[in-house]
Nanobody, 124 residues
Framework: QVQLVESGGGLVQAGGSLRLSCAVS????????RGWFRQTPGKEREFVAA????????DYGDSLKGRFTISRDNAKNTVDLQMNSLKPDDTAVYYC?????????????????WGQGTQVTVSS
């Protein structure tokens, strides 16, 4: 099993920044892809960002590249999401996700392991 615990959420004014972190533990040996998704009430969980096993390949959701940056530290077994120039539309619960393998994917169905989520609220 794999456990993921997010941290760093909170309340921020529009234009501000937040850094989310996800600590990954358990049976995480071998290559893996890490991702961030977000969800608001009544909507499907949407892709935010993903990073491949060694960090040299990343992908971002529409309109997020340039504002959000995903990174990973394999020595610490963490994956972070730096969020800048935040907008009220970025308000959501943010989830960290994990899947084994070196093929990076943006499809939420491909990630079997999830954290509990952390709330991000951006005020106008």
């Amino acid at each position: 099993q794999v456990q993921l615990v997010e941290s760093g959420g909170g309340l921020v004014q529009a234009g501000g920044s937040l850094r989310l972190s996800c600590a990954v533990s358990g049976r995480t040996f071998g290559s893996s892809t890490r991702g961030w998704f977000r969800q608001t009430p009544g909507k499907e969980r949407e892709f935010v960002a993903a990073i491949n096993w060694n960090g040299d390949k990343t992908d971002y959701g529409d309109s997020l590249k340039g504002r959000f940056t995903i990174s990973r530290d394999n020595a610490k077994n963490t994956v972070d999401l730096q969020m800048n120039s935040l907008k009220p539309d970025d308000t959501a619960v943010y989830y960290c996700a994990f899947r084994r393998g070196s093929d990076m994917t943006t499809r939420r169905e491909s990630y079997p392991y999830w954290g509990q989520g952390t709330q991000v609220t951006v005020s106008s």
